[in-house]
């Protein structure tokens, strides 16, 4: 997702993208944990193209396609991509009904209109062997011709709500979430509020992707979870987001900014349950679930260890500045910036083990699988 928020609707919804460029709160400088993820369940997603995709079901001549939805900026989104291609290829290696044929490969990169699409296609690999293009707008929304797609990769992404819910932010609402800009230690109506936000954008990019993959094709989820049955107070990524909150609170006491300010923001974020995710797959009734499963980052020395330069606290608060910081200078202004991102910094050093935090962080890989279209 890319560098400001953007205001206009799409579909319906708004955008809040990554920080796009090259500089050192950029997204692409910033997003080693994602790639560390994406790693982790390279081996998983090979193995559900080469056991799942339904290659026998699309045409000799079909020029294979794949879409990376919210694939922002930097290297992440085309090593994903490799990883995609490769498996597929193998594929058709195996494949001696199709005499081995390999097809054209055809990418499309999305995400939100406000995306650095400039920086991500300066950085395309040189020796790709597909053909890129780039597709702006909501994955929450249609983006693709009807049964176009073949495989359909999105990685930490989804946790992202098209839109804060509305009742968090009605001053006559039981779910008014006055004070804080998260659903962590809110009441009941909060919580519920956005659960029922989630609820509806997966049902929204669920019916989105089933008209737009093939019979036979594969839709691949990688993402943050609150494990079931553990309540949201206890899911690390939300304890660091509600530091963020505290933070804010903090500034307003001061009088940076102001306290109706703070009372009037909410990230658009939610970190769904294994559970609901199921859940959503049977309402929409369009996928068979083929694998899912916990994945763990690794690093370099193959450990599941984090590495270092991913565990400081000054690492993790540049993290969060690239994922937040075009939704917080929308609200808030530019000049806070670096006073917020500082004062999380601290807070992460002080109260947060960052070498507990991932190892405690959960991530689900889940493979879906186009059912017979009728």
């Known amino acids: 997702m890319a560098t400001e928020k953007d205001m206009s609707k799409e579909g319906e919804g708004e955008a809040y993208p990554m920080k796009g460029g090259d500089g050192p709160y950029s997204y692409s400088k910033n997003s080693s944990y994602q790639g560390e993820l994406r790693n982790a369940a390279k081996e998983l997603v090979s193995e559900a193209i080469v056991d799942h995709l339904d290659i026998v079901k699309f045409s000799p001549s079909t020029t294979i396609r794949v879409a990376d939805l919210g694939c922002s900026v930097g290297p992440n989104t085309f090593f994903a991509v490799q990883n995609i291609l490769e498996a597929i290829e193998l594929k058709y290696y195996q494949s001696q009904a199709l005499n081995s044929q390999i097809p054209e490969f055809q990418v499309f990169f999305n995400d939100h209109v406000s995306n650095d699409f400039n ?3 300066l950085s395309l ?4 062997r597909y053909h890129a293009a780039g597709v702006p707008g909501s994955f929450y929304s249609n983006l693709f011709p009807s049964h176009s797609l073949h495989v359909a990769h999105i990685s930490t992404a989804i946790h992202w709500l098209s839109r804060v819910p509305k009742e968090v932010l009605d001053r006559s609402s039981p779910a008014w979430n006055k ?3 998260t659903y962590l230690s809110a009441s009941d109506e909060v919580i519920e509020a956005y659960a029922a936000q989630c609820a509806d954008d997966m049902a929204r990019f669920l019916q989105a992707r089933a008209q737009e993959i093939a019979e036979g094709g594969l839709l691949i989820i990688i993402h943050a979870v609150r494990p079931n049955g553990i309540p949201h107070s206890q ?8 530091l963020l909150g505290s933070c804010l609170v903090d500034m307003a006491k001061k009088g940076i900014v102001r306290e109706e300010q703070v009372d009037t ?3 658009p974020i939610y970190y769904i349950s294994p559970q609901e995710m199921e859940t959503a797959i049977e309402r929409n009734g369009c996928f068979s679930i083929e694998r899912m499963e916990r994945v763990h980052p690794l690093t370099y020395s193959g450990s599941t260890e984090m590495a270092p330069q991913c565990l400081t606290s000054k690492a993790s608060a540049f993290t969060i500045r690239s994922a937040v910081e075009g939704v917080i200078k929308a609200h808030f202004g530019e000049e806070i910036l670096d006073q917020l991102f500082d004062s999380l910094s601290k807070k992460l050093e002080d109260e947060v083990s960052m070498s507990e935090f991932a190892e405690k962080t959960v991530n689900f890989c889940a493979v879906l699988k186009r059912k017979p279209i009728n």
């Open 119 to 121: 920086t991500l296609f």
């Open 235 to 242: 899911v690390n990524l939300n304890i660091v987001q509600d």
């Open 125 to 128: 690999p040189v020796d790709r």
């Open 179 to 181: 004070g804080r800009i």
């Open 265 to 267: 923001f909410n990230l």
